[in-house]
């Protein structure tokens, strides 16, 4: 006689051992019992890692945003790197590199990253790396004092001229940028006041 009762516990812990959902404790027993000659449950358990394994592989593929991989690379930076400058410069005494590897990339708005590489305390000046994925913006901005930047990579459009690898800008004292974004995205080295006034929060 068979004991239904049984047989359905048995099947249902060869759905949760399929989906590794098992105690460490309860897998062994269930592998045991496999050991045993049980060739139901060894039929069930073939079954449903069918299944599993196809329903793995129904989802379409998707591509994330490149906003979501910088992003998500910069957080990764900040747990495996984090060092940050100012340790730099404890442990480096007088003479202070970052490799490109390095850093802590922090997200001021989506689509913008900010790398700080040094910040002068007595006049409040800030060297910088920014990255802006493509299709970024930065708000409209007042600025408290000289901005400097000079591109590195990619494209920079601002105050009404594209800006390419290696061009230069500079945004005088109380000067308004109304605009800067890019289109394929950029990076670009920062020398300017650690804060400005945004005018505008979009």
């Not at 759905?15 to 959902?21: C, D, E, F």
């Not at 404790?25 to 079954?47: K, N, P, T």
């Not at 480096?92 to 700080?116: D, T």
């Not at 007595?122 to 930047?149: C, D, K």
Request: glycine share 6%.
């Amino acid at each position: 006689m068979t004991d239904h009762a049984a047989t359905h516990e048995m099947t249902d812990i060869a759905v949760l051992y399929s989906l590794g959902a098992l105690s460490q404790h309860e897998a062994r027993s269930f592998e045991a019992h496999l050991a045993d000659g049980c060739d139901a449950c060894r039929a069930e358990l073939e079954s449903f890692e069918l299944t599993v394994r196809a329903l793995a592989f129904s989802a379409p593929e998707e591509q994330p945003p490149d906003r979501l991989r910088a992003a998500l690379l910069a957080r990764v930076g900040e747990s495996v790197h984090a060092k940050t400058v100012d340790q730099a410069r404890v442990d480096a005494g007088p003479f202070v590199s970052i490799l490109a590897s390095e850093g802590r990339w922090r997200e001021l708005r989506e689509g913008v990253l900010l790398q700080k590489l040094h910040v002068d305390k007595a006049t409040g000046i800030a060297t910088s790396l920014v990255r802006m994925l493509p299709g970024a913006a930065l708000p409209v901005h007042h600025h408290i004092g000289v901005e400097q930047f000079l591109v590195i990579e990619g494209d920079c459009n601002v105050a009404g001229r594209k800006l390419t690898s290696g061009d230069y800008h500079r945004a005088e004292a109380g000067s308004i940028h109304e605009t800067t974004s890019t289109v394929d995205g950029t990076l670009f080295l920062l020398i300017a006041p650690e804060r400005y006034e945004v005018l505008d929060a979009r």
